[in-house]
């Protein structure tokens, strides 16, 4: 398991290391000592000047005369270094982001090939159109069923077995890189034309996305598949005390765990040292991977939420801050796991409230578009599968202030069937939280301040468990 963390800016993955952010650190702190250093030895050359008591030192007055001088410049080189490393780590980041820019029209470009080439498979394959009728009636049979299942299964175990697959850095890597080609790959596959399909995908107008491919699946799974439902929302328990996190792994411990009939969301009130009311939110992940059950916090608020659409997972979690007592423009930070995440990444971008800080976790929310004005930070792990199914995240404006603070978990190939899930895991990003609260990364103080800026004092917690209500 590595502590290196690797933070970057907007859509790129691979900025500054830690190790270089601790060297300009460094070089600004000797930068400050050998100014004092140089301020010391210039006073006890006066005193040897000045003072009869420091007469039998005299001696030393050229050498202490070209200590201060050599000290004054070592502070000074210091300092122009320590600049030097921060405009080399800016120029690094705006490169970086130029040559994501060419390799994004490139992927775009190998997603609507793909998508036209499939489009002429089909086309093709209609002469045999009679076949693939009597093959979905013989599908129909309870038998064939039962065999397709099992073939299934087995290729789930398979996965399951073998996370050095899924929890590879590479292969999420690839899965990022086809979500994002997603929208392409469809509108190739719909014969939209190559100049139509550059006008209205993401390196135009922006007019079909990831949005529009989530909303297609919801629409390609049938009524009874991913369709929301109302939802109701009631508190958990009682209110209890509290105090605001005093650190971003305490925020992150307090993320509500996830699990059938838990509560899913906490909201917590402080009073800010303006005299405002304060919260923090904090939204737990997806509790069920099915269409049809009383989580709202399942695979149909998953596609929803990436849709842009009303989620019940993101309905819960307004009703929660509704019955909390906050009211549209009071001031909040957003805590949230997973789909959790995704649901706060909603939130922030309506601009309904006065969002000070947004902090996802393994969380597939890279391409919401959170105003410039959020503190936003993604945490995630180079293993983790999730924040791939997110697709790229947006660059230019609307991604430049977005922090992605990721690290690696596995030392190398991951070693057991759970792995793939430790990635995703809160416990391990409780760790990666930790880490990030010992960096001295000048680009997370901003986080270090909005963690600051919650509230003062004791405040009040309060749980929310939601629920899907289903007719009949």
């Known amino acids: 398991m590595s502590d290196a963390l690797t933070v970057s800016t907007g859509g790129l993955t691979s900025v500054s290391t830690e190790e270089l952010f601790v060297f300009a650190s460094a070089l600004d702190v000797f930068a400050a000592d050998a100014t004092d250093w140089a301020h010391a030895a210039s006073i006890a050359r006066c005193l040897t000047e000045w003072s009869t008591d420091a007469a039998p030192y005299g001696f030393a007055e050229p050498a202490l005369l070209q200590a201060s001088r050599s000290l004054a410049e070592?502070?000074?080189c210091a300092e122009r270094l320590g600049s030097v490393v921060q405009e080399a780590a800016n120029a690094y980041a705006d490169g970086e982001?130029?040559?994501?820019?060419?390799?994004?029209?490139?992927?775009?470009?190998?997603?609507?090939?793909?998508?036209?080439?499939?489009?002429?498979l089909v086309i093709g394959a209609l002469p045999l159109l009679p076949g693939l009728i009597l093959t979905a009636t013989v599908m129909k049979q309870p038998a064939m069923r039962r065999a397709v299942a099992v073939l299934g299964g087995g290729l789930a175990g398979g996965l399951v077995q073998n996370p050095g697959l899924t929890a590879n850095p590479a292969f999420v890597g690839m899965v990022r890189d086809v979500v994002s080609a997603a929208d392409d790959i469809l509108m190739g596959f719909s014969g939209t034309s190559l100049p139509a399909a550059r006008f209205l995908g993401d390196e135009g107008t922006g007019l079909v996305g990831l949005?529009?491919?989530?909303?297609?699946?919801?629409?390609?799974?049938?009524?009874?598949?991913?369709?929301?439902?109302p939802v109701r929302t009631s508190r958990h328990g009682e209110v209890r005390e509290t105090r605001p996190p005093a650190s971003l792994a305490e925020a992150a411990r307090r993320i509500p765990p996830t699990g059938v009939g838990k509560p899913q969301i906490t909201v917590e009130k402080y009073r800010h040292s303006s005299g405002a009311d304060s919260y923090a939110v904090y939204i737990a992940g997806t509790t069920d991977f099915g269409g049809n059950?009383?989580?709202?916090?399942d695979m149909a608020s998953n596609l929803a939420a990436v849709a842009d659409s009303d989620a019940g997972a993101y309905t819960a979690t307004l009703d929660a801050m509704e019955q909390a007592g906050v009211q549209p423009g009071d001031r909040v930070s957003l805590f949230g796991h997973s789909q959790g995440g995704l649901v706060a990444a909603r939130i922030a971008e309506s601009e309904s409230f006065d969002t000070q800080a947004l902090v996802t976790f393994g969380?597939?929310?890279?391409?919401?578009?959170?105003p410039d004005s959020v503190t936003q930070v993604a945490v995630e792990h180079a293993e983790d599968l999730v924040p791939a199914l997110g697709g790229e995240p947006v660059d230019g404006a609307e991604g430049r202030d977005r922090l992605v603070v990721s690290r690696a978990i596995f030392d190398d190939t991951p070693s057991g069937a759970d792995d793939a899930g430790?990635?995703?895991?809160?416990?391990?990003?409780?760790?990666?939280?930790a880490l990030i609260d010992d960096s001295t990364d000048s680009r997370l103080t901003g986080l270090t301040e909005a963690l600051a800026g919650i509230g003062s004092g004791a405040g009040a917690a309060q749980a929310f468990r939601a629920e899907r209500v289903r007719s009949g």
């Open 293 to 297: 059950s009383a989580e709202p916090f």
């Open 422 to 433: 430790a990635a995703h895991s809160m416990d391990g990003y409780e760790a990666t939280a």
């Open 74 to 76: 070592a502070s000074e």
């Open 211 to 229: 949005e529009t491919v989530a909303g297609a699946a919801i629409i390609l799974g049938g009524r009874h598949a991913f369709t929301e439902t």
């Open 363 to 370: 969380s597939p929310s890279g391409q919401v578009a959170v």
């Open 97 to 120: 982001a130029r040559s994501r820019e060419a390799l994004g029209a490139m992927q775009a470009f190998a997603g609507f090939l793909v998508g036209t080439y499939l489009r002429n």
